[in-house]
């Protein structure tokens, strides 16, 4: 069965300080990976996609299919950076998305 | 480009209360979902659509229903509220396949209350 796990629900760090949210999947066929950030009383938003291995706010992803990971990284938190991040992926051929349950990242001064 | 609208923004409702949770896309997209979001949960796939006159059941439909008529509309009817139904609700839209890949447009949700 498809799954996505993020195992850390709360990951608190200093400004500054590296952070890497961590996403696990659980596909037989061709994965297609997303980040996405939903920040304080907004929508939902398109952070990262593995495919166009982009970095997005200083946010890179790089999908290890030997891992099945695809984690979040960022070399220097920011305080802007707080906000709920959600690893997704795509099926391939019928476009729905499979969420994992979230990791809320706190920045603190 | 307004996107994706969702309307009410809040809404509670009796127990055995039914509405229907709005979603309007601009953007002509062809595909579009309903999602729930609970809190420790993530996101749960309640319906979706490919196209016009075409909808399926996502992950935890029962409960809801929907309907497809114009391709910017995906109205979710709730028939019976229960208190589990307690969420927020997200619309969400995008293009087909390879297309997708540019990603979900959202709507900004409906947080729903039963009682």
């Known amino acids: 069965a498809q799954r996505v796990t993020q195992p850390e629900k709360l990951l608190s760090v200093f400004k500054g300080a590296p952070v890497e949210l961590k996403c696990n999947y659980s596909?037989?066929?061709?994965?297609?990976l997303f980040w996405y950030v939903q920040y304080s009383r907004q929508r939902l938003q398109l952070l990262l996609r593995?495919?166009s291995r982009e970095s997005i706010k200083g946010f890179t992803a790089d999908l290890n299919k030997g891992e099945t990971s695809f984690h979040l990284k960022k070399p220097f938190a920011q305080e802007e950076d707080s906000a709920m991040y959600y690893c997704?992926?795509?099926?391939?051929?019928?476009?729905?998305?499979?969420f994992g349950t979230g990791t809320r990242l706190q920045v603190f001064p | 480009n307004a996107g994706v609208t969702q309307t009410p923004k809040f809404r509670i409702l009796k127990i055995g209360q039914s509405m229907t949770l709005q979603c309007t896309q601009d953007?002509?997209?062809?595909?579009m979902y309903w999602y729930r979001q609970d809190p420790g949960m993530g996101l749960k796939l309640i319906y979706y659509?490919?196209?016009?006159?075409?909808?399926d059941k996502g992950e935890v439909p029962n409960g809801y229903n929907v309907s497809r008529s114009t391709t910017e509309d995906f109205p979710l009817r709730l028939e019976l509220a229960a208190p589990s139904q307690t969420s927020v609700y997200f619309c969400?839209?995008?293009?087909?396949?390879?297309?997708?890949?540019?990603?979900?447009?959202f709507g900004s949700g409906t947080r729903l209350t039963v009682v």
């Open positions: 593995h495919i």
């Open positions: 969400a839209s995008t293009k087909p396949h390879r297309d997708a890949l540019a990603g979900y447009t």
């Open positions: 659509s490919v196209g016009a006159g075409i909808t």
């Open positions: 953007m002509n997209h062809n595909y």
């Open positions: 596909y037989s066929g061709s994965p297609e």
């Open positions: 997704a992926l795509s099926l391939y051929n019928t476009d729905k998305l499979i």
